[in-house]
């Protein structure tokens, strides 16, 4: 069966300090994958996609960026992090439908 | 753009009793799926329901069921016997191909016992 991973689960951060989180698919390969951002007590903001690797679609501009080194490894990372970047991060990976992680809580201070 | 509009911030329902979520949204193409997630206090995210709109039959799954409208562009979620681990956010999901998936606000359900 398929799983993914994020970490860290939670992660506390200065203003202008770089970020990276990982998420990770097992079980099934060339999956499509998907960041999204949900802001406190909102709905889910599509950040980046990737159909493969090295490929990767940018929904929203902003001071985060994404990259995939694996077939199932995708990376949400940003130089210099932004009060307005704290957030609950999700990852997801899609057959018939989205396939979510289980989340990262980063508040930005 | 299509647009998910879920009009109920909250809701709230009697241990036992039935719940219908509404959802509408706004698209113009003829093929696409909607789905049903939940988001309890774990924050993890659940698909509860999916429906293709290809399809007129409306989706099932044990207590949960949607009433698909197309041409109205409405797709709520009915959870009939409600439990008090059905308490959570349910969000309303629309898609055309899974790499454009927009998601309402959400409807924050309380379950009383």
């Known amino acids: 069966s398929q799983t993914i991973h994020q970490w860290p689960a939670t992660l506390v951060q200065p203003v202008g300090s770089p970020l990276s989180l990982e998420c990770t698919v097992e079980?099934?390969?060339?999956?499509?994958l998907y960041w999204y951002r949900q802001a406190a007590g909102r709905g889910l903001q599509l950040l980046f996609y990737s159909v493969g690797i090295g490929q990767i679609s940018s929904e929203v501009p902003q001071n985060l960026s994404a990259s995939r080194p694996q077939d199932r490894q995708f990376i949400l990372s940003s130089k210099k992090l932004l009060l307005s970047d704290s957030g609950f991060y999700l990852c997801?990976?899609?057959?018939?439908?989205?396939?979510f992680g289980p989340g990262t809580r980063l508040t930005v201070l | 753009a299509q647009t998910v509009t879920q009009s109920q911030p909250e809701m709230s329902v009697q241990e036992a009793e039935t719940v219908t979520l509404s959802c509408t949204y706004d698209?113009?193409?003829?093929?696409?799926?909607l789905f049903w997630y939940k988001q309890p206090p774990s924050r993890q995210m659940i698909l509860v329901i999916r429906?293709?709109?290809?399809?007129?039959q409306n989706a099932t799954e044990n207590r949960f069921s949607v009433n698909f409208q197309k041409a109205a562009k409405s797709f709520s979620l009915k959870i009939s016997d409600s439990q008090l681990g059905d308490a959570a956010m349910y969000f309303c999901?629309?898609?055309?191909?899974?790499?454009?998936?927009?998601f309402g606000a959400g409807t924050r359900l309380t379950v009383k016992p």
């Open positions: 997801a990976w899609s057959g018939y439908e989205q396939f």
């Open positions: 429906q293709e709109a290809y399809k007129q």
């Open positions: 999901a629309y898609t055309v191909n899974n790499n454009d998936m927009r």
């Open positions: 079980g099934t390969s060339n999956p499509n």
């Open positions: 698209t113009s193409e003829s093929d696409y799926y």
